[in-house]
């Protein structure tokens, strides 16, 4: 960088002023978007574009945590992020991001690693998270994080049950025979980096890899999204006031709870168009069972069920938001629910019929189902498929239409009140599982 | 037969960079050059290539080293090496996506013709000067001995042999590696299918231009229409102005 440059960097920040036009408390645009396996993501900052891929294995625990899976962060830089990058032996500022990192998920415990063990003391699961950092922008730290907090969040592991007289054999079932499971995250630490300039009273937060070249030090605070401090990161640099960390940590509350919404939305965002998927492939493979009173029952109704689906889902959001608004949430909150924690369960009948059968004045097709029908539909999930079979394609095609034309991130329709509500949902299906992993293990013991 | 998808120029920091997106990998290709060398890799007369492969997931193994040293001496043969003396040029290539089954040793040359293809559209986005246009072409001979042209996740576990091969526009033939079980007759057509195939896809899109036209097995001039667009999209300021 040249002289030039760091002055205009510095002069201008001194009225407040940054060279892409934010102010000092600005975060970047931040995108995150989903790969077709499970536990892939990839997180765009701004130009700082990184992706996570999560992988397990079953290996042995460690000897002094017989009954705890593991859980590994990897990075590695490459000359494809930045020219200055060299491959091979990883570079201070490398170890630096992969330790906050490693230490913000790890150390805070927001992965539950005791859900991950299958056998005590034999037989566990390891996580493995890589983040590939494909473009360097600036601030990979915040943008790392969130792209492994992303991954993890929708990946799943497979399924795996003891067998065998003294349940010392272990059978892991494939995608398709059970449904493979999500790992149990009781929190996301949001890792918020500062930069500091001049004599440390200057602050920024976000950097740009500009700023990053002139900033004479960095403080990176890991806050989940109620407010708990789980790591605090500065290295050396420019001495800072106590009162401006005070500040950033105020800051940075504020921002991991922004970003915490953020990767909701998205996650959630995520698996609605998963289980969208799970519901077709669902009813094409039932389009053997038909039974002839269901047919029969059809004809009347046939243009409507399938628009109905992806009409009903399209309304999903706003349906959601216009009902917590009115304080109705109770009924339809219960049933939203049930719908994407979907733990293990293929989406079956009552599913579709959960969504259908929500109050007609959120959905204007819905007014001609007569209580009945919805009934027999709930009764026999292989109708669906009749529909599909025998009418024009026409309500498929809508079903397809609605899952292109949704956008894998944003969804602002979702009130931060169904970011609580799915909140309230993590928390307690954390805590019932967190015993059923304690359990069986010390059965197991003895 | 599927067209490879590609976009040019997905990253920032990078001289040039390029996805490539066939029916079995997705490849992020970022090239930088030339840039200073190590004293001890620079070569006094030409420069130094440099292929990084990064896998998907892990740490890159021998797998990669291998992988890296066939696309090493295939981008030597096409990039003029000689022009920049004392230098390097970099190549990093990105799985993104890969089969969702781990393949076996032998399906890892599966992987070839995209890292090859992706690595040879970077160097074009950097604009590095080239001796010529190649792409890669990837066939499999299955048990029942015919020609799979288009190997997919599903019938690769069914091709007794598998074979990776590059040819430029001068008819070259860049690098050819093939696995398994194969008599040299089957190789010898199989060369021939792929030299047509490689040059349909750097072939004109208008076929009175020129007579280099091969209108046959998967004729889809897919590398040539990408340089094509990339060219338009970067050169449209020069058109409005």
Redesign the interface.
């Known amino acids: 960088m040249t002289i030039n440059e760091r002055k205009f960097i510095e002069k201008a920040l001194l009225s407040e002023l940054r060279i892409d036009g934010r102010h000092p408390f600005d975060y970047r645009q931040l995108t995150i978007k989903f790969g077709s396996e499970e536990g892939s993501s990839e997180v765009q900052l701004g130009q700082t574009h990184i992706m996570a891929f999560v992988t397990s294995q079953l290996v042995q625990p460690y000897r002094d945590r017989p009954n705890e899976g593991t859980l590994s962060v990897f990075t590695e830089f490459s000359p494809m992020a930045d020219p200055s990058f060299e491959p091979g032996r990883p570079g201070e500022y490398a170890v630096e991001l992969g330790r906050i990192v490693d230490r913000g998920l790890r150390e805070s415990r927001a992965v539950d690693t005791e859900s991950l063990c299958v056998l005590a003391g034999r037989l566990v699961w390891a996580i493995r998270v890589d983040l590939h950092i494909l473009d360097n922008g600036g601030n990979l730290v915040d943008a790392a994080n969130i792209a492994a907090l992303a991954a993890l969040m929708t990946f799943r592991r497979p399924e795996c049950t003891p067998e065998g007289d003294d349940g010392q054999e272990v059978t892991v079932h494939p995608p398709e025979v059970k449904e493979p499971l999500p790992l149990i995250i009781h929190h996301l630490p949001v890792a918020v980096t500062f930069a500091f300039f001049g004599s440390g009273d200057i602050l920024v937060i976000d950097p740009t890899h500009y700023e990053e070249a002139v900033m004479r030090g960095r403080m990176t605070a890991t806050i989940n999204s109620s407010g708990d401090v789980c790591a605090v990161q500065k290295a050396g640099g420019e001495g800072v006031m106590q009162s401006v960390i005070m500040q950033c940590m105020r800051v940075a509350s504020l921002k991991a709870a922004d970003i915490t919404s953020k990767i909701k939305n998205a996650v959630e965002a995520y698996n609605t168009e998963r289980a969208l998927k799970k519901v077709k492939q669902h009813s094409s493979s039932d389009a053997i069972e038909v039974d002839e009173p269901d047919i029969k029952l059809k004809e009347n109704r046939n243009p409507y069920v399938f628009k109905e689906i992806g009409e009903s889902l399209k309304y999903h959001e706003n349906r959601l938001k216009e009902e917590l608004d009115r304080k109705r949430s109770e009924n339809d909150g219960v049933e939203i629910r049930t719908f994407s924690s979907q733990q293990g369960a293929s989406i079956s009948g009552e599913n579709v019929k959960s969504r259908i059968s929500g109050p007609s004045n959120w959905d204007p097709y819905s007014k001609g189902i007569a209580p009945d029908f919805l009934r027999r539909l709930q009764a026999s999930p292989g109708s669906l498929a009749v529909d599909k079979e025998q009418k024009n394609g026409r309500g498929l095609q809508k079903l397809n239409e609605f899952k292109t034309e949704k956008p894998a991130v944003e969804q602002n329709a979702f009130s931060s009140a169904s970011v609580e509500a799915s909140d309230v949902r993590q928390q307690i299906s954390s805590k019932k599982s967190l015993m059923d992993a304690v359990k069986p293990k010390n059965r197991r013991k003895r | 037969m599927t067209i490879p998808q590609v976009e040019f120029n997905?990253?920032?920091?990078?001289?040039g960079?390029a996805t490539y997106a066939d029916n079995l990998f997705t490849i992020?290709?970022?090239a930088?050059g030339p840039?200073e060398v190590q004293r001890r890799d620079g070569l006094p007369e030409e420069a130094a290539i440099?292929v990084?492969i990064?896998p998907?997931?892990?740490?890159s193994g021998p797998r990669e080293r291998w992988l890296e040293t066939i696309l090493q001496s295939a981008i030597q043969s096409i990039l003029l090496t000689k022009t920049f003396p004392r230098t390097l040029v970099?190549v990093?290539l990105?799985i993104?996506?890969q089969p969702?089954r781990s393949l076996n040793s032998k399906e890892h040359v599966a992987a070839i013709p995209a890292l090859f293809n992706a690595a040879f559209l970077s160097l074009l986005d950097a604009g590095l000067p080239l001796r010529t246009t190649a792409t890669a072409a990837l066939f499999g001979i299955d048990s029942a001995g015919s020609v799979q042209q288009e190997v997919s996740e599903k019938n690769i576990s069914n091709c007794k042999s598998l074979h990776a091969m590059a040819y430029d526009t001068h008819n070259n033939l860049l690098f050819d590696e093939s696995v398994g079980v194969f008599s040299v007759e089957e190789w010898d057509n199989l060369a021939v299918l792929a030299h047509k195939k490689c040059l349909s896809a750097l072939t004109t899109t208008q076929p009175d231009e020129d007579e280099m036209v091969i209108d046959e097995a998967g004729g889809i001039p897919w590398m040539r229409q990408a340089a094509q667009d990339r060219d338009e999209t970067f050169n449209s300021w020069r058109d409005s102005s």
């Open positions: 997905p990253l920032n920091r990078s001289d960079s992020l290709a970022g930088n840039v440099e990084n990064r998907l997931a892990g740490v970099q990093t990105q993104t996506k969702q």
